[in-house]
T-cell receptor
């Protein structure tokens, strides 16, 4: 079985500041890891994913995440926040032998001018 | 443009009524999924289908039913047996339903029970 914990349901950052969203997972087999973004009343859009290979993954809109097996983490970062980054972000995990995704509870990001 | 469409965007239902939410994709994807989203709880899987005429229950299937008669379509019926149906419902699809496949999401249907 797998599970996902996102630390902090709300994060507030100033425009231009670092965005850091934390995600820890548990999985009985090697995981595949995903970050999705959701704007109000819309569906989810993939930001990035890790399956195999390089542990630092770059995604859309300047986001990146690093898979750290020893820490069972997959934190999402962006060096400089933009007003358009205000949204809800979901971390998700699937075991490498199953297609079913388990989602975290989400983190809402607010960007202050 | 390829994508997933869901209709209606907003749906109001009286208690005791069944309602059907539409999900259509033109991505030529084999697998389709239905999720329920409640505030602060992330997404929970209701049903999924990896191939036409076959589907499996997810984690919270009670009070819901689905059909998969065509590759492009995966409608969800919320029955009167679902005790708390007010939620945001999301449909998704993947190319083959394999581990690691990216899930593509529709824009969602917000269901409110009056």
């Amino acid at each position: 079985a797998q599970s996902v914990t996102q630390l902090g349901s709300h994060v507030s950052v100033s425009e231009g500041a670092l965005v850091l969203l934390r995600c820890n997972y548990s999985s009985s087999v090697p995981p595949y890891l995903f970050w999705y973004v959701q704007y109000p009343n819309q569906g989810l859009q993939l930001l990035l994913k890790y399956t195999t290979g390089a542990t630092l993954v770059k995604g859309i809109n300047g986001f990146e995440a690093e898979f750290k097996k020893s820490e069972t983490s997959f934190h999402l970062t962006k060096p400089s926040a933009h007003m358009s980054d205000a949204a809800e972000y979901f971390c998700a995990v699937s075991p490498s032998n199953d297609y079913k995704l388990s989602f975290g509870a989400g983190t809402t990001v607010t960007v202050r001018a | 443009d390829g994508g997933i469409t869901q209709s209606p965007k907003y749906l109001f239902r009286k208690e005791g009524q069944n309602v059907t939410l539409s999900c259509e994709q033109n991505l030529n994807h084999d697998a389709m999924y239905w999720y329920r989203q409640d505030p602060g709880q992330g997404l929970r899987l209701i049903y999924y289908s990896q191939i036409v005429n076959d589907f499996q229950k997810g984690d919270i299937a009670e009070g819901y039913s689905v059909s998969r008669e065509k590759k492009e379509s995966f409608p969800l019926t919320v029955t009167s047996a679902q005790k708390n149906p007010t939620a945001f419902y999301l449909c998704a699809s993947t190319k083959q339903g394999l581990a690691g496949d990216t899930q593509y999401f529709g824009p969602g249907t917000r269901l409110t029970v009056l």
